[in-house]
């Protein structure tokens, strides 16, 4: 029995079905439900031991639905093959029509199959998970959730960012997060009349302050000489998740400390020497 798509696009020669159908045997029928029964059954148990499987694995919430409605919907269509097989339904028209029906509707929906496609792409390389902080063609956000078409993230000033997966996998990425830790910067100006170990001395404990990673660099040094001032330069590394408020903690540490060892920030200024002449 085939069956055929009409100028309506109705499918015809339902006769030939109800043929079919009125000679199939009651024992066989019998089987054919046992068959979806026993089908359906094994689908559950399947998609229960997929889903624990991939609960244990890195993947977020998110990518984790979108597979599992994939293989869901994969399972359930071959039950039904099988099924109708069983019977003596011949699928292979409906196999068709199932497969122009795809081709249309991908046509139709390129952007969003794009979208998908760089979702999954993303799940598999890994180059940020929920909660990283990144950067992306300059944007820098916290990654909320990694969508089948969006991936969702919200700024440091709370603005909701939803980016397409499609230009995520054609984008700049910047992890700020994946290595677990952040380097902060700082330059600041001491007179020339103050002692360079004494600013030393001063910064030191400002950084002591912010609570660095211990065992990494803490690097005071001298950056250049000023017309009115020496400028001093700050490397130290903290946690990645502390970086922001660290870049104003150490500020301020450091106007305390400078202020508590009498060292004096100087500011640019300009000297004048009048000569005066005499009559």
């Not at 950056?223 to 870049?247: K, L, M």
Request: aromatic share 8%; with cysteine.
């Amino acid at each position: 029995m085939k069956l055929y798509l009409s100028s309506t696009g109705a499918v015809t020669d339902w006769d030939g079905l109800k043929s079919v159908l009125s000679g199939v045997r009651g024992t066989t029928l019998l089987t054919a439900v046992l068959l979806l029964v026993v089908g359906i059954v094994t689908v559950r148990i399947a998609m229960r031991l997929i889903r624990r499987a991939m609960l244990k694995s890195r993947l977020e919430q998110g990518p984790i639905r979108f597979i599992l409605s994939a293989i869901r919907f994969v399972l359930y269509f071959l039950v039904l093959v099988i099924v109708a097989s069983y019977l003596g339904i011949d699928m292979s028209s409906f196999v068709a029509l199932l497969s122009v029906v795809s081709l249309a509707v991908s046509l139709s929906v390129q952007s969003v199959l794009s979208n998908v496609a760089g979702g999954m792409m993303l799940i598999g390389s890994k180059p940020f998970r929920q909660g990283d902080f990144v950067a992306v063609d300059g944007e820098e956000a916290t990654v909320d959730d990694i969508g089948v078409v969006y991936t969702r993230m919200h700024t440091v000033d709370n603005r909701r960012v939803l980016i397409p997966n499609s230009k995520l996998m054609d984008a700049t990425l910047e992890n700020y997060t994946a290595l677990g830790k952040r380097r902060v910067e700082a330059e600041v100006s001491a007179s020339y009349d103050c002692d360079p170990q004494d600013v030393f001395a001063a910064l030191q404990k400002a950084i002591a302050r912010c609570e660095p990673l211990e065992g990494e660099e803490r690097l005071t040094e001298i950056q250049s000489f000023g017309d009115s001032a020496i400028t001093y330069a700050v490397w130290f590394w903290i946690p990645a998740e502390r970086i922001i408020q660290a870049r104003f903690d150490i500020r301020r540490y450091i106007w305390e400390e400078f202020k508590a060892a009498g060292i004096v920030m100087t500011y640019p200024h300009l000297n004048v020497h009048l000569d005066r002449e005499e009559a």
